[in-house]
């Protein structure tokens, strides 16, 4: 009883060091988690004002009415007295399809090249995964001229087909490594069991090893899509047509010589985000599983 006695006050005050604890922590990460949402809530307030509450002093955080023009303005029905129309319909169609293409593009490639890696004794795989790293340092800036060049000279610029080239060169990298990673996690015991119940190494990478490293799968594929989804650069660079131009570039028709409409880049700004983050929150668990597993070897 004496020894309980002592142990009282103490035990008493690790869990309260850990209440303690526990509380800073979760301060921290509210305080971290409002900081992070702000912003897009400012976007989504902005594109939802009044133009004349947009610079108003001191500024309003919630409007003061819902001001939904700029968006029957994007989606064909502009307001009476409204600019020249932007058919926001159009800009998302090219972004999806920027986006779809580069993730079928990228795992075309990506999936064979990882699992190459990750099955044969290759003479330079060292190497070649080293040169993968650093491709990861390039920013995209730097290859826009060498890219444009060698499109023109094949007839590529002003199509879909040179951005979704572009943005598969950035992307494939990250997902090659992340996928292989997660191809030598599988053992090679199943793998030789397929092929001995007659199965081909194609089909046993296809019905046995895929599979198996879904997570890895959804987090290189969600990655591509939204590198091809976003793509600002390189569909300024290649796309002359406007009719081909995706939401990223839509924002220059409310950016004007004298005045930037900026209830319509907020509005387009918001068009963008808003899928990002709801395929983020409903793949989130395969997106940090895939990431996780893929950074461990």
Do not use: C, H
């Given at each position: 009883m004496a020894f309980q006695h002592a142990m009282t006050p103490i035990l008493g005050a690790q869990h309260l060091r850990k209440r303690l604890t526990k509380g800073v922590l979760f301060t921290v990460a509210l305080v971290a988690t409002v900081i992070y949402i702000f912003p897009l809530f400012w976007?989504?307030?902005?594109?939802?004002?009044?133009?004349?509450?947009?610079?108003?002093?001191?500024?309003?955080?919630?409007?003061?009415?819902?001001?939904?023009?700029?968006?029957?303005?994007?989606?064909?029905?502009?307001?009476?007295?409204?600019?020249?129309?932007?058919?926001?319909?159009?800009?998302?169609?090219?972004?999806?399809?920027?986006?779809?293409?580069?993730?079928?593009l990228t795992m075309l490639f990506a999936i064979p090249a990882a699992y190459g890696l990750a099955r044969f004794?290759?003479?330079?795989?060292?190497?070649?995964?080293?040169?993968?790293?650093?491709?990861?340092?390039?920013?995209?800036?730097?290859?826009?001229?060498?890219?444009?060049?060698?499109?023109?000279s094949l007839h590529f610029t002003d199509s879909y087909i040179s951005v979704i080239i572009a943005d598969a060169a950035l992307t494939l990298p990250f997902c090659i490594l992340i996928l292989r990673t997660g191809f030598l996690q599988v053992p090679r015991d199943l793998e030789e069991a397929a092929l001995i119940d007659g199965t081909t190494r194609l089909g046993a990478l296809r019905r046995v090893i895929v599979p198996l490293v879904r997570p890895n799968l959804v987090a290189v594929m969600l990655f591509a899509f939204l590198v091809g989804w976003g793509d600002f650069v390189f569909s300024l660079s290649f796309l002359q047509n406007q009719e081909l131009h995706p939401l990223a570039l839509g924002i220059y028709n409310f950016i004007g010589y004298y005045r930037i409409r900026w209830e319509g880049v907020m509005a387009f700004s918001t068009i963008i985000a808003l899928p990002v983050i709801v395929i983020i929150l409903a793949l989130q668990r395969y997106f940090v599983t895939g990431l996780t597993a893929g950074s461990v070897k």
């Open positions: 976007m989504l307030s902005t594109s939802l004002k009044a133009p004349a509450d947009i610079m108003r002093d001191p500024p309003l955080i919630v409007p003061r009415s819902l001001n939904t023009g700029i968006y029957e303005e994007l989606f064909g029905n502009p307001p009476e007295g409204a600019q020249v129309p932007v058919d926001g319909v159009r800009y998302m169609k090219n972004s999806l399809i920027l986006g779809a293409g580069t993730m079928a004794r290759l003479r330079g795989s060292g190497l070649f995964v080293m040169m993968l790293l650093v491709t990861q340092m390039l920013p995209e800036v730097l290859l826009v001229i060498p890219l444009f060049v060698f499109f023109r």
